[in-house]
């Protein structure tokens, strides 16, 4: 038997985009059966790369305006509530870094959703340590031993690297999907990655 195709999915917490993909991929990707690889990143150093001292929805005000209408348009469609956090963006660097601990534990996939629901429909402050540390908590995890492994060398390094490899393959915003070396950027082209990964392209 062949093994599934892949899709490796690259994600940024303070993404509202990215979130709409994150609490939907999986029952999708179930649904076509095609494994996914959840990559946290870092948008901040490829915004920074490219000039830019701030989210493009913070720079381009047109561009925001519209993005927040979006999102909670797209969201609706999809059955769920998505809205910007009353502070925009919220940093996701020590949650990206949580992930990366879960992910290796089985459980990241799972402590991701958590983390898109806490920002981006409780308004909760996912940079808080408090915050992270309660995500972990209600899925059942050790909290603090899970925020002492992401403070670890090897875990802020891992994070680094996976920012690089996001440069590296031209992703330049969040989510993106990665299949083979095929990229795919949005929401939107979820679907999309999907079916390239199936063949059906």
Excluded at 9 to 38: D, H, K, N, Q, T
Excluded at 71 to 98: D, I, M, Q, Y
Aim: aromatic share 10%; net charge neutral.
């Amino acid at each position: 038997m062949n093994p599934p195709a892949t899709v490796d999915f690259f994600y940024e917490f303070a993404s509202p985009y990215a979130c709409l993909s994150a609490l939907r991929i999986r029952g999708l990707a179930a649904s076509c059966a095609v494994a996914i690889r959840w990559r946290p990143f870092l948008l901040g150093p490829i915004f920074r790369a490219e000039g830019l001292p701030d989210s493009p929805l913070n720079v381009f005000p047109l561009r925001g305006a519209y993005a927040r209408l979006d999102v909670a348009r797209r969201a609706r469609r999809h059955g769920f509530e998505v809205r910007f956090p009353s502070t925009f963006p919220r940093n996701g660097l020590l949650a990206s870094r949580v992930a990366l601990v879960a992910l290796g534990e089985g459980w990241g996939e799972a402590f991701s959703e958590a983390v898109y629901r806490a920002g981006f429909q409780q308004d909760a402050d996912i940079s808080s340590p408090e915050v992270v540390e309660a995500l972990v908590a209600g899925l059942g995890q050790d909290g603090p031993r899970a925020l002492a492994a992401a403070a670890s060398p090897e875990v802020k390094g891992t994070l680094r690297a996976e920012t690089e490899a996001a440069q590296a393959a031209g992703i330049f915003g969040a989510p993106s999907f990665l299949v083979g070396g095929e990229l795919f950027w949005g929401d939107d082209r979820l679907e999309d990655a999907l079916d390239w990964a199936r063949g059906r392209q």
